[in-house]
């Protein structure tokens, strides 16, 4: 894919990941945040299910918020991409990029979009997982909080 077209379709894919990494990590800052004042006034700590509860969540916080950036350094990635005229050279850019971070070696050759964005994806299904898992943690230490 070159031209236009790739342009537009990396930066509406970088612009949807950026969003995705946002949101979720402003919910799970807002709600620990709030979460540990609701407990502490409720006593939740004071059952070990809460407490238990309230541990998982703060792991799975942590997930979700590693995730997030992930996302976000990855849709800078892609916004890079997309300053390029054609996949070959973005590819390259990126590539040669990672490898000066030392975050990668250069790789033979340079991933097609397609298999980058398909990385990308399981990263995000990764993300939504964790971001599950966080809700329901969260929902579990309230329900066995007492009353």
């Given at each position: 894919?070159?031209?236009?077209?790739?342009?537009?379709?990396?930066?509406?894919?970088?612009?949807?990941l950026?969003?995705?990494?946002?949101?979720?990590?402003?919910?799970?800052?807002?709600?620990?945040?709030?979460?540990?004042?609701?407990?502490?006034?409720?006593?939740?700590?004071?059952?070990?299910?809460a407490a238990?509860?309230?541990?998982?969540?703060?792991?799975?916080?942590?997930?979700?918020?590693?995730?997030?950036?992930?996302?976000?350094?990855?849709?800078l990635?892609?916004?890079?991409?997309a300053?390029?005229?054609?996949?070959?050279?973005?590819?390259?850019?990126?590539?040669?990029?990672?490898?000066?971070?030392?975050?990668?070696?250069l790789?033979?050759s340079?991933?097609?979009?397609?298999?980058?964005?398909?990385?990308?994806?399981?990263?995000?299904?990764?993300?939504?997982?964790?971001?599950?898992?966080?809700?329901?943690?969260?929902?579990?230490?309230?329900?066995?909080?007492?009353?």
């Amino acid at each position: 894919m070159t031209g236009n077209a790739y342009q537009e379709s990396t930066d509406r894919f970088a612009r949807m990941l950026m969003r995705q990494a946002a949101w979720p990590a402003a919910v799970v800052v807002a709600a620990n945040v709030l979460a540990p004042l609701a407990a502490s006034a409720r006593g939740a700590f004071e059952t070990l299910p809460a407490a238990l509860a309230l541990s998982l969540t703060a792991v799975s916080a942590v997930a979700v918020l590693a995730l997030s950036a992930l996302l976000a350094f990855d849709a800078l990635l892609f916004r890079l991409m997309a300053s390029h005229d054609d996949e070959a050279s973005a590819g390259a850019a990126v590539d040669g990029m990672l490898a000066r971070m030392r975050l990668k070696p250069l790789p033979s050759s340079t991933r097609s979009l397609d298999e980058r964005m398909a990385g990308t994806r399981r990263l995000l299904t990764r993300q939504r997982i964790a971001f599950g898992l966080f809700v329901v943690m969260l929902l579990a230490a309230g329900f066995w909080a007492p009353r």
